[in-house]
Each structure stands twice: as structure tokens, then as C-alpha cells.
């Protein structure tokens, strides 16, 4: 990320103005590129319109989505691969449209900037009824107070640009959604006062550290079983050069959770696999849960990382350490920042017994052999894909039997793998795959998406085939809602089936296939792969039942409680 206030490069907007030269549209514009945004998706309307064309006129590239919470979906991905996003809504009918994806985002650590227009503050002299307001014209404020962890509305130039930059940092430090509200009439308007911005970063209280870094090291020098538990706020906090630092000067294996699945590569001779509790493979549970020195290391102990609470992890073997909190057995220690913590863990060296990492990989480390003649299943498709994936590809799962059976999939770089595992809202995968088509055009994109989540935002395959991009999208049918059928089977789990390779002919663009068989499905996949002339969508017909072995095992825990 580019240092604020640092000299001007000139592909910044407004290079030649000053701070105080610049307008509160044009200063959001520039923070948002010093911020790393070279990409805003989003639906204009006419209470932005005015920042709309603001940000034409700038470097920033405008990606124009179907919906807005596609949009708010692909600023999430672009977030996770880029570190930051941004979307630009209009009021309400577009905010309100995006709170969905933006609440994903929070719960599941992505900073994504929410901008959005609203009715010129002189406009609202007497309450008028203005069009798509809902209730006043602080409504969407509101909601998105709750959904963001810093919420702006730019209604005074004296304090406009302090309040830009105070949630940007909130972006930044806590890795969550941000909202920015810009009445229309505000977007010109120039402050003109002098103005310095002062970053503050977070510091660690230096007793606390070395007394935590003390007892862990001690700790570790003792036990005989370590193992370092890999969360998600590894990747979004990107430490995982410290991680590995840690890992591989004191020798201790790693385990991912499916949140942070991919921020440590899957091909490092110290990886031992996912940790899911009971849904996951027994050899790696077992591995973890005998554990007697844990470091959980930025993971959020969330249900479906632990396999629905079927994780069986005692405290007093626990060293947890995330950005917001740090506890050694059940002591608390506070002001600890998270990279600090690891940096000075790393830097003592602990020397716990070398213990031995299970074979592995991923569940699929035996070679597949193709069946031309067998049906397809969704386990034989994650061996098949094993095959293909490489440090280039990004894979996406959607909610449902993608997400499951991807546990199974070998990553062989960072960030490869991107699934909403916590808040796990269906339809994010399609609208995702535009934020990393956007935001790493030198990757490939591989989307598993079920029929029923395609079903909800497929839509915005057009604006991946306008863009051209050579994604590969997967639809795993299995005639309905399979996920469910398992925890509570009825009618309602049933869905249309529609003829998902035709939406090459819907959108005027990219090859369809259809297939049944593991025959057919590698042909498939190789054409696919070796095409990149534009997208490409491989239609499965999968036996009805067939499931992934973790949605078994999850549906047994799960069907107890629903
Ligand atoms: C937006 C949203 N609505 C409803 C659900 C509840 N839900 C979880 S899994 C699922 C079925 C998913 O069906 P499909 O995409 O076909 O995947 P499958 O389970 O068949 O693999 C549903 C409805 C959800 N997670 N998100
Ligand atoms: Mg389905």
C-alpha cells in the first residue's frame, strides 16, 4: 500500500493540486488509490451520478455489475485479493440492496469501502418525500452503523476530509467494511482549510508482549506436541512470511482452518491439513486435538471451522492470539497486536520436539485414475480438479457441497482459495469471481458453484463475459438444495432445473459443456483449460445423494440440532 501523505506520483487524481485544493469527491478519489483501489464496482443512480462521473474522469476504473449485491461480492473478493475494495451504490434502493454482502464482509474480515450517494443536504429543508427514501433520510446510516465498523456521513466540508480518513483506517486496522455517505451536493464542494492527516498505528504495550512472548516460549520449550492452528486473519492481516517464520524456525506443523484455507500453502512440507473438528479427516483432527501446545494463531473459533462445536479443544492447551485478543492457557494479556506478537515469538526461537506431519495431502494425495465410463461425482471432480491446479489458479466456492468438498483441494500458493465459510451466504461466488477477475487479471479463475446458489446470482456471468475473463465455472446440479436435503428433507428443497450451459447464449458469450460421466468431464475440463479466449461453463449432472465426505460428516452433527 502506498504511504499517505507521501509525495504525489502522477497517476493519482489531481496530481497537481494540493490538499486543500481538492474537493471531498476528488479527495476520496486519491485516498482511495493511496489505499491500493485501482477498481469500484457498483450500479450508478442519480443521487451519486455526480461522484459517478468524478470518478470517470479519474484513474480509478469503474466496474459496472448487475446488481449491487454482486457488486458487494466482488468488492469482498477484490478486497481478499487486493487488501482493500470498494463499492459505489446509489441511496438506498442501491444500499439497502448491497447490506447483504457488506455484513459477509464483516463477519468475515474483508475491508470493503461502502460509498454511496444520498439527497443534496439542501434538498431536505421540510422533510421532503424525496424518491427512495425509506423512513429518513438517516435510515441507511443507520443500518450500516450496525453492518460496518466505521460509519460516515460527509455533511460538514470542515471535518469531511478527517472523517474520509478515519474510516479508511478502521478499514485498514480491523480488516472490516466501512461506509462513506456523500450527499450529492457535497461532492464539489472544496473545504479549503489547511488540512494534515496524522495516522495513528497500533501499538503494542511492550511489558505485555515480552511477558506473553515469555510464557509462550517457555511453554513451548516444554511441550511435546505443538502444532500452529492457521487462521483466516493470517491472510487479511497479511503475516504470513512471519507465520511461516515461526513455523519453520522452531520446526512446528500447521494446520488451516476453512475460513483461512489457502493463507498458508497447502504444498509446504510442514502442512498437516484443515482442521474442521468432527467434519474433518480423522488423521488431522486427531493430530490437532492431541495437541499439547495449540497456537491458534488469527483464527475466529467459528462453527463451521470447528465442524459445528465438535471441536475438541481444551483452553488449557490453547495459546490464542488474534487481532483482538491474546490468551496463553487463561491468561489474558492486553494491547498485544497480533504481528508483533508472532514476530517476537519467532524471534526467541522455541525449541519444541520436532513432531512428525502426518502423510497427507488434502485428503488427495493418491494419483487419479480416470473411470471414463462412472458417473461423476463431487469427490472424483475435487480429485480431478487436484490435478489441474497450480499457483496461478483462484479457486471460489459457493455455500453448499462447493464449500465441503473443496476442504479436499490442494492450494498451492496464498490467497488461492476464497469460499464465504463463516457467514456463508449462497451466491457469492459468481459475483466474487469478477472481484478477482478485476483485481488479478494474471490469474485464473475456477468457481464451484451448486445449482441452487447459481440459480441466485448468475447474472453477473455477463459481466464477466463482457469483460472477457477465462474463468471456469463448475455448476455441481444435484437437482436442488443438497445441503438441506441432508439436515431436513421436503418439497421446498426442490429446484427448477434449467439449462445452465444456454446462459452462453443468454449473455453472447463463452462455451458451455454438459457432462455426466468422469470421461466427460475431463474433456471438458481440458478443453477449458486450454481455452482462454473467455469464459468457460462446465454443467454436472450429479447422481441425486451424492455428496462430499465432510458434508456427511457435518450433516450427521448438524441434523442433530435442527
Ligand atoms: C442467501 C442464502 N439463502 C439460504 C441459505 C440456506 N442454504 C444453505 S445451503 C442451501 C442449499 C444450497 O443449494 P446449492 O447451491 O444447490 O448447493 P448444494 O447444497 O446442492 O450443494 C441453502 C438454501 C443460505 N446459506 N444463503
Ligand atoms: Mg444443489
Known amino acids: ?74 468488492a469482498d473478493a477484490y478486497a481478499r485479493v487486493n487488501g482493500m475494495g470498494a463499492v459505489c451504490v446509489t441511496y438506498c434502493v442501491g444500499g439497502l440492496s448491497v447490506a447483504n454482502s457488506i455484513a459477509g464482509a464483516y463477519a468475515e474480515k474483508s475491508p470493503v469501502v461502502l460509498i454511496t450517494g444520498a439527497p443534496g443536504l439542501r434538498e431536505r429543508t421540510n422533510n421532503p418525500l424525496l424518491h427512495h427514501k425509506v423512513r429518513d433520510f438517516r435510515t441507511q446510516l443507520e443500518v450500516f452503523e450496525k453492518l460496518c465498523v466505521a460509519a460516515t456521513e460527509l455533511v460538514d466540508p470542515l471535518t469531511a476530509f478527517r472523517e474520509i480518513d478515519r474510516v479508511l483506517e478502521a478499514a485498514t486496522h480491523y480488516k472490516r467494511p466501512v461506509y462513506i ?19 495513528t498505528e497500533p501499538v503494542s504495550d ?87 501446545c495449540l497456537l491458534l494463531l488469527g483464527a475466529f473459533l467459528t462453527d463451521i471451522d470447528m465442524g459445528i462445536y465438535t471441536a475438541n479443544l481444551d483452553v488449557a492447551k490453547c495459546i490464542y492470539a488474534t487481532s483482538e485478543e491474546l490468551r496463553i492457557r487463561h491468561h489474558y494479556f492486553h494491547n498485544v497486536v497480533l504481528a508483533d506478537f508472532i514476530r517476537a515469538l519467532a524471534a526467541q526461537h522455541p525449541t519444541p520436539p520436532e513432531r512428525p506431519v502426518p502423510a497427507h495431502n488434502g485428503g488427495n494425495g493418491a494419483k487419479y485414475t480416470l473411470r471414463p465410463q462412472a458417473p461423476m461425482t463431487v469427490t472424483r471432480l475435487i480429485s480431478r480438479l487436484n490435478e489441474a491446479l497450480d499457483e496461478k489458479t483462484i479457486v471460489i466456492s459457493d455455500v453448499g457441497d462447493a464449500l465441503f468438498a473443496a476442504t479436499e483441494l490442494t492450494t498451492h500458493a496464498r490467497t488461492e482459495f476464497i469460499g464465504p465459510a463463516y457467514y456463508t451466504s449462497m451466491g457469492f461466488a459468481i459475483p466474487a469471481s469478477l472481484g478477482t477477475g478485476v483485481g488479478r487479471p494474471d490469474m485464473r479463475t475456477v468457481v464451484l458453484v451448486g445449482d441452487g446458489a447459481f440459480q441466485m446470482t448468475s447474472n453477473e456471468l455477463s459481466t464477466i463475459v463482457r469483460h472477457k475473463f477465462d474463468h471456469i465455472v463448475i455448476v455441481l446440479d444435484n437437482r436442488g438444495y ?5 439436515l431436513h428433507p421436503g418439497d421446498f428443497n426442490e429446484i427448477h432445473p434449467w439449462n445452465y450451459t444456454k446462459v452462453t447464449e443468454l449473455f453472447g458469450g463463452g462455451t458451455g459443456y454438459e457432462v455426466r460421466t468422469e470421461g466427460e468431464f475431463d474433456d471438458a475440463l481440458r478443453k477449458a483449460w486450454a481455452d482462454n479466449s473467455g469464459m468457460s461453463l462446465i454443467h454436472v449432472h450429479l447422481p441425486i445423494g451424492d455428496c462430499s465426505p465432510a458434508l456427511t460428516r457435518l450433516a450427521e452433527k448438524l441434523s442433530k440440532k435442527v
Not at 181 to 199: F, H, S
Open 1 to 74: 500500500m502506498t504511504q499517505l501523505n507521501s509525495p504525489l506520483s502522477s497517476t493519482f487524481y489531481q496530481p497537481h493540486k494540493t490538499i486543500d485544493q481538492l474537493s471531498i469527491g476528488e479527495f476520496l478519489i486519491r485516498r482511495l488509490q493511496e489505499h491500493g483501489i485501482r477498481d469500484v464496482f457498483g450500479i450508478p443512480g442519480d443521487y451519486v451520478l455526480g461522484f459517478y462521473s468524478m470518478l470517470e474522469h479519474s484513474p480509478i476504473n469503474l466496474v459496472g455489475c448487475c446488481r449491487e449485491d454482486n457488486a458487494g461480492f466482488a
Open 181 to 199: 455517505e456523500i450527499p450529492r451536493d457535497m461532492v464539489k464542494v472544496v473545504p479549503g482549510a489547511p488540512y494534515e492527516y496524522r495516522r
Open 206 to 292: 511492550p511489558e505485555a508482549l515480552a511477558e506473553a512472548v515469555a510464557e509462550a516460549t517457555r511453554w513451548l520449550n516444554n511441550c511435546q506436541k505443538p502444532v500452529i492452528l492457521a487462521g483466516v486473519e493470517i491472510h487479511r492481516f497479511g503475516l504470513q512470511d512471519e507465520l511461516l517464520n515461526l513455523a519453520e524456525g522452531s520446526r512446528i506443523p500447521i494446520a488451516g482452518t476453512i475460513l483461512g484455507k489457502s493463507a498458508v500453502r497447502e504444498t509446504h512440507p510442514l502442512y498437516v491439513g484443515l482442521y474442521e473438528g468432527a467434519m474433518g479427516r480423522e488423521e488431522v483432527t486427531q493430530f490437532v486435538e492431541e495437541s499439547d
Open 482 to 486: 443438497g445441503t438441506e436435503r441432508f
